[in-house]
């Protein structure tokens, strides 16, 4: 096809999603280099883009916006791109791409309750909520197109952001380092503070700093706080840094470890050694995407603890695993036992491995 000037690419979702949607956007401006890429995300997800090279513009939109501020975002979009791919196949982002596009293309769903949308897009990608991983059900729109895709999840931050780093935290990098994510945003994703306190005096016992990453809520703050106060030496850096100066951060890392959040994505795909944590969520789905894989295949397998290249996927240990499920009383504020009952020797074992000697 004729390189469009103006592409709009659209996930109103979570974080996470918008940080695997960048393969696509990488895929598209290798192949268009003179396009204008934009984007359209949830507002208190676009950290994620901030320094992105590929990307023109980030858009935003409340999760619930009041009915003056959707119909100005459609007015705003309003057949403003030569072309318009919705990564999602729930109703509001292919409404933004009927309304954005002259050309539309979105992941979607075969049943009848869809064919409005289906007939709205005009092209559409069968949608696989379970077999296969985000980052390649998203780079199958740029197939659809005839682009080349591209398995590379974007990871950028500004020269400001370095400086923002340095003044947060003087000296961090002095000595080598390991970073520890602790809290995910939801109860059921989360490992143990005892686990956590564990793996963490390990490595300082191997002589590695302990740097702590954590977003600005109140309660993931304290959580990071708590593994702090039992560990004199390490650098609480929770509530402190940007998304981009995280990944300044964890570029330097001799190791990461985290559960299913973000900033796991992230290490993974800067190529730093990475524990992945994983209870009821899909890896197949959602599992880290190591830096380099091919996107050609699925990375991981949906049972068992495995590796594949710079990540290690140590799942919980329970028959159930993974559920697929909200945690063990199915709302995001329960626990998963799985993770409950993971002992801190199965990651330290993973820690083992990854930092031995090639």
């Known amino acids: 096809m ?9 996930v109103p979702r979570r974080i996470g999603d918008v940080l695997l949607a960048t393969p696509l956007i990488r895929s598209l401006k290798r192949a268009w280099p003179r396009t204008r890429v934009d984007a359209l995300v949830f507002r208190g997800t676009e950290g994620v883009l901030a320094a992105n090279p590929d990307l023109d513009r980030v858009l935003t939109v409340a999760e619930r916006p009041a009915l003056r501020a959707h119909l100005a975002l459609y007015a705003a979009i309003w057949r403003r791109y030569e072309l318009a791919l919705s990564l999602l196949p729930g109703d509001r982002p292919t409404l933004y791409a009927i309304a954005g596009g002259k050309r539309r293309i979105g992941l979607q769903t075969p049943d009848a309750k869809a064919a409005w949308k289906r007939r709205g ?56 380092f390991a970073v520890l994510h602790p809290y995910p945003k939801f109860n059921y994703k989360k490992w143990t503070l005892a686990g956590w306190t564990e793996l963490a005096r390990w490595l300082e016992a191997r002589g590695m700093r302990v740097l702590l990453s954590g977003g600005p809520d109140a309660e993931e703050r304290a959580y990071a706080g708590e593994v702090a106060r039992a560990l004199p030496g390490a650098v609480n850096l929770a509530g402190k840094l940007s998304l981009a100066q995280v990944g300044r951060v964890l570029a330097g ?89 993971l002992p801190a020797r199965r990651v330290i074992a993973a820690a083992e491995a990854l930092l031995a000697p090639a």
Request: hydrophobic share 40%; charged share 20%; proline share 10%.
């Open 2 to 10: 004729t390189p469009p000037s103006r592409a709009l690419v659209i």
């Open 121 to 176: 897009l005009g092209e559409w990608v069968p949608f696989d909520d379970l077999d296969t991983h985000t980052v390649r059900m998203n780079l199958r729109l740029a197939e659809a197109l005839g682009v080349a895709p591209s398995g590379e999840v974007v990871i950028a931050w500004s020269e400001a952001d370095a400086r923002g780093v340095d003044d947060a935290a003087p000296g961090w990098s002095a000595q080598p």
């Open 253 to 341: 890392a001799r190791l990461y470890c985290g559960p299913d959040t973000v900033v796991t994505h992230m290490a993974a795909a800067l190529g730093v050694p990475t524990i992945a944590v994983y209870g009821p969520s899909n890896p197949v789905k959602w599992g880290p995407w190591p830096k380099g894989f091919p996107p050609s295949r699925n990375p991981w397998a949906r049972v068992g603890s495995q590796r594949q290249g710079n990540v290690a996927l140590v799942q919980g240990e329970t028959d159930c695993v993974p559920c697929m499920l909200e945690g063990c009383e199915r709302h995001v504020a329960s626990y998963s036992d799985c993770l409950q009952h």
